[in-house]
């Protein structure tokens, strides 16, 4: 299980947003490069990048700047959502050294869009379900589906995407906890990997999701947490392993 540091982009910058309002950001770094390089020398083996302006744009915005991380930072894997729409902007990012797509929207929107992703880029596509009460929010979030997100996961099981990022939007940013329950139960009936997102704050919440390593939950995205130094991100990876070598 990974502990993988947040950046959010947005107008060129590492921004953290509460419950994905745009309005409503924190700017912690000018200089997103420094801020990834300096996660990578804390020992993240995974950054997850999330481009806020494309989410809501429908194509790339801070393309630039993420292909000046993958630059700066060769053999650190990073997995990229935000505005990922069709089959060349993933075919640009993984050129660029981007290790895993994340298809949100379009997977909600036209799951056989993932289908075709997963057969012309194997084991490099990722789906990002972002739910808000159990349902679906599409478009950076900024609108609901009727899609439950246990029965979207579902739809993927035998698809192919190499894990899911679950993201409770109520707990995004708001330095809640994870909702452990939700997470784990998307694992269990999609069959799928599953990396948890959304209100990770301190340890404990890391510690929440370890005994359920063995059982789907491959990874916790912290962004605020680790910003505002509520979490040791290194510590936190570090009694992760040490809790797996154990158990």
Not at 107 to 115: Q, R, S
Not at 174 to 196: C, W, Y
Request: charged fraction near 20%; glycine fraction near 10%.
């Amino acid at each position: 299980m990974l502990v993988i540091p947040a950046i959010d982009l947005k107008d060129g910058q590492c921004v953290r947003l509460r419950q994905g309002d745009m309005d409503d950001s924190t700017v912690f770094s000018d200089d997103p490069v420094a801020m990834a390089q300096r996660w990578h020398a804390q020992g993240a083996r995974r950054l997850h990048i999330v481009d806020l302006d494309g989410a809501f744009a429908g194509r790339p915005v801070n393309a630039g700047i993420i292909e000046e991380i993958t630059r700066a930072l060769p053999d650190l894997p990073i997995q990229i959502g935000g505005g990922i729409r069709n089959v060349d902007t993933i075919a640009r990012y993984l050129e660029a050294g981007v290790q895993f797509a994340i298809i949100g929207t379009m997977a909600a929107k036209n799951p056989e869009f993932v289908l075709e992703a997963c057969k012309q880029f194997p084991g490099h596509i990722i789906v990002g379900i972002d739910a808000r009460g159990g349902q679906v929010a599409v478009e950076g979030w900024a609108s609901e589906s009727e899609l439950d997100a246990t029965d979207l996961a579902q739809r993927f099981a035998d698809a192919g995407v190499s894990a899911v990022v679950y993201t409770d939007i109520d707990r995004d940013g708001m330095m809640q906890g994870v909702n452990v329950e939700a997470t784990v139960a998307l694992a269990a009936v999609s069959g799928l990997p599953v990396i948890a997102s959304g209100g990770i704050s301190h340890i404990d919440d890391v510690r929440g999701l370890m005994p359920h390593a063995r059982n789907g939950i491959c990874g916790a995205i912290t962004g605020r947490a680790i910003y505002e130094g509520t979490l040791d991100l290194a510590a936190a990876q570090a009694e992760v392993d040490a809790f797996l070598r154990a158990n």
